[in-house]
Structure formats: structure tokens, C-alpha cells
């Protein structure tokens, strides 16, 4: 009898063991499966100012960007694909938190020494794909403000991209043409000689230092407005910076050593899942494409800097198929607001344009409220996942945050980011109904193929730039499936559909105040 009972007791056990050992199994078994279909890493490579139509991909003729024209061919093109904002310090604070950056009265161009504008409590899009497990970098243009109130920039740097969801962020504190002209590590300068500290300030220079406005002598690239103060490398910036000379970048390195920082990311993170934002830093002001490519597009450095741009896109492309992460990365492309030739400096921008259109067959460009302001080239690839097509959904940058928290299993609600990943995949072309577009803190709503635009005073061209607003004394109102260039105001003619606009706008918008 003894026998019977010991051989159950074994099988028992036995039963139990296996049972355990494939529970145990399956964490393992689910994470392999999520790491190969789930859980892709996720790459936005966002560009600084390029307009809908500077790529080959959405019909320029006169300039080639080979390798963004393989994403397209490869993935979802999208033609009405928006940034929330016709500037840089809303559309990326949309980008990474899900928000119309007009409920922030802090998110518009910041100088380098604004304080954080996104709040640690919020979510964004790589605190939610931490919660998954992802490795999140940040590699290039930050621009959403460092610190909470006085820099201290010979210390750590903090609360900044480490402190809303980054594990690692390499970056420039704002643009490349706003001091402090040096990279942050994780909050440190790179490369700070402690005995040569940096100081910065915004209203007054420091004594003896050479400015733009005094000293044109020290300039290599002239400025035409604004960008009149302290001068690195040559170029005179917005803001004064006393010190950090060992720390200071080198400009026509700029492309290079982010494209290596980005590389660099992701092979030691390859194993995966990681997200990777490459906020390059092209083809804003000042442009200084590396001697390789300059005079590659024949149109002076701004065409020089995409063809510069669109090469970084390549190398960074080869390294995920070298890498052999390819197939398991969903990359997105797109920019931050539209065009600009004039934004500061002397550069040929305007000179030597000849047939090219930054804006495509759109009106207006940065700062615009017309469609050239927001709508970016913007494509979605993931080889063996996306099937090439065209998709002419609405969809905005802000989307993106709802729709990869799906792609990741990691519902969120509570922003203003739609769910649309079937037609982030190309499955779908049933994007957003309504969208509203922001302008230098003016907005518009966009409906169907409608847009509205509100009467707002001011100069219909900003003159410096020389750039249309979009501000008029009445209403306007576009179709622009029929009419994408917005030559015809149906104001008058719809009365009933601008009426309905208005009043959708503003519940959506509330105060406008
Ligand atoms: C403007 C700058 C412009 C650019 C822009 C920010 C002047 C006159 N113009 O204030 O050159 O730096 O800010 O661009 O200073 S953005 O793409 O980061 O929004
Ligand atoms: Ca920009």
C-alpha cells in the first residue's frame, strides 16, 4: 500500500512541479513574444523647421532627401499629418504629453534659461513606455525649459528630461541659436572646465564680452534680426554667456555628433524595448551644414542642412538593420513646424531658393496659422509591420501619446491625444474629426476638410520673417480638400458651417483669454 501512496505523492508532485515550472515559464515566454510583436521599440526622429514640401518624398523636385523618401516608400505617408503648433516649445510639449499647448500658458519659445514647462506629475510619452519596461533617450533639441526658476549651470540641471521620463537624454538646452551653446549629459555640461564657469543671462551682457550688435568684425554668418548677442564660433546668438569655453559645441559638428549620440543609444540598448526621440536640429537657424555637404543642394546652407538631415536619416536607418532591430522598430518621422528662409540671419536662404517650395502647395510657414505653419511631412515605417501606402487621415503629433500607449497595451486617458494606431499602422484612414492648430499662441479649428480661422488683429505678414500670419480682421473659413492652398474664404458663402465651427471651437476651446 505504501508504494501506491508514494508513487501519487511523486506524480503529485511531479503534477505540481510542471504546473509551477510553466507558470513560471510564462512571463518569459509572454515578454519574448511582446519584445518581437508588442513591445517594438519606437524611434521619432523630429526635425527643427521642415516644411511639408522640402522632401522629395512630398514633391520637391529641386532638393533630394533619398533616405526620408525610403521611409516614406516603405511606410505611411501621411498628408495631413499635423504638429500641434506652428512653433517649437508647444508642438514638443504636445508631443511628449498629449496636450494642447494652449491649456499651458508657459508653452511657447522659451529662452535657454526658462524653467521646466511640463510638470513631473504629468504624464508623457516615455513615462508611459517606462511603465511597459522600455529604455527611454533623448538625443538632440530639448527646448521645454531646464530647472525651476535660477540655473545654475555649473551644476546638475535639474528637474529637466531626466525628471518627465527619460532614463538617458543628451541634448541642447534650446535651439542652436539660444545660449547656452553647450550639451547636456543627464542634467551635467559636457565637457565643463570647473575653473571657466558658465553664467547666462538673458537682459544684460557681461562686461567686456563681444556682441553681435558691436562687434560684427568677429562675425562669419551676419545676423539680420534679432541674434544680435553673445558670439560663438563666429555667430551671435539670442541671450549672454560669460565662460564654458571648453564646453562649447562646435556648429557644423552639431548633425554629426547627435547622429553618433543616437547610434551610440541604440546599440547598447538593441536588446530592447527602447524609445529613442532624435529631436535633430535641422534646418533651423543658424544653419551650419558640416564642409561635406556644403554645397550639396546648390540653394545655400538651409538646403544644405536637409540634404545633411536626410543623410543623418540614413546612418541612423543602417544602424537599426545593422543592429539587426529593424523589423522590431516602429520609426516616425516628422517636424515641429513649418518653414521659415528668413529667421534671423544672413545665409542665403531667400537668395538662392530659386524654384524650390519649403511649404509645398500650402500658404504660409512658421509662426502661420495657415496650414504650411502645422501640416509636416510626417511618416510612420516599420518594415515587415507597415505596408507601404498614402493615408490622407487627420492626425496630429499629439496623437501619438494615446496611440502608442495602445500600440503597448498601456491605455491612458485624461489628455487630449487620440487613440488612432490603426491609422498610425496604415489600417485605417478614419483619423480625427476635429483638430485645433496653434499659431504663436493664436488658434484655428480644423473640422473635416474645414478649417476655421478666427479674426484676429495684428499685421497680416510678420514682416521680419516675411511670412503670412493668417490673422485677418474677419473670419475665415477654407475647405481644403477643394481649395489647399486657402485662396478662397467661404466665410461668407457657409454661414451655417462657419457658425457651427465657431461654436464646436468654442466648447472645445473655451476661453480664449
Ligand atoms: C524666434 C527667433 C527665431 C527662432 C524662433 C524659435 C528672433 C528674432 N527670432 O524668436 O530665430 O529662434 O524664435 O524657433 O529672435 S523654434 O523653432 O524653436 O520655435
Ligand atoms: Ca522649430
Known sequence: MLFPFFMKTITLSLIWLLVISLLACQPVSTKTEASSTEAPNIVIIYLDDLGYGDVSAYDATEIHTPNIDALAAGGVRFTQGYASSATCTPSRYALLTGVYPWRNKRARILPGTAPLIIDTAQITLPKMLKKKGYHTGLVGKWHLGLGDGIINWNQTVSPGPNEVGFDYAYYMAATQDRVPTV?????????????????????????????????????????????????????????????????????????????????????????????????????????????????????????????????????????????????NTLVIFTSDNGPVLNDGYYDDAVEKIGDHTPSGPLRGGKYSLFEAGTRMPFISYWKGKISPTESDALLCQIDLLASLAELVGEPID????????????????????????????????????????????????????????????????????????????????????????????????????
Open 183 to 327: 550639451y547636456l549629459e543627464d542634467g551635467k555640461v559636457v565637457n565643463l572646465d570647473p575653473n571657466d564657469p558658465i553664467e547666462i543671462d538673458y537682459q544684460q551682457n557681461f562686461p567686456g564680452e563681444p556682441t553681435g550688435r558691436d562687434n560684427p568684425e568677429l562675425l562669419t554668418m551676419k545676423w539680420e534680426h534679432g541674434h544680435d548677442q553673445s558670439i560663438v564660433n563666429g555667430i551671435s546668438r539670442i541671450g549672454f554667456m560669460k565662460g564654458g569655453d571648453a564646453a562649447k559645441w562646435s556648429d557644423v559638428d552639431m548633425a554629426d555628433h547627435f547622429l553618433e549620440k543616437a547610434q551610440a543609444y541604440v546599440k547598447v540598448h538593441k536588446e530592447g524595448p527602447f524609445f529613442l526621440y532624435y529631436a535633430m536640429q535641422q534646418p533651423h537657424v543658424p544653419r551650419t551644414p558640416h564642409p561635406r555637404f556644403v554645397g550639396k543642394s546648390g540653394m545655400g546652407p538651409r538646403g544644405d542642412v536637409i540634404v545633411e538631415a536626410d543623410w543623418c536619416v540614413g546612418e541612423f536607418m543602417k544602424t537599426l538593420e545593422a543592429e539587426g532591430i529593424l523589423e
Open 414 to 513: 485624461g489628455t487630449d491625444s487620440q487613440e488612432l494606431l490603426d491609422v498610425l499602422m496604415g489600417t485605417s484612414e478614419k483619423g480625427r474629426d476635429e483638430l485645433v492648430l496653434e499659431a504663436t499662441t493664436r488658434t484655428a479649428f480644423r473640422q473635416g476638410d474645414w478649417v476655421m480661422i478666427p479674426p484676429y488683429p495684428g499685421p497680416s505678414i510678420y514682416r521680419n520673417v516675411n511670412i503670412e500670419s493668417g490673422n485677418d480682421s474677419t473670419f475665415q473659413l477654407y475647405h481644403l480638400k477643394e481649395d489647399i492652398a486657402q485662396q478662397h474664404n467661404l466665410a461668407a458663402a457657409h454661414p451655417e458651417k462657419l457658425a457651427e465651427m465657431v461654436r464646436a471651437f468654442e466648447v472645445l476651446r473655451g476661453s480664449r483669454d
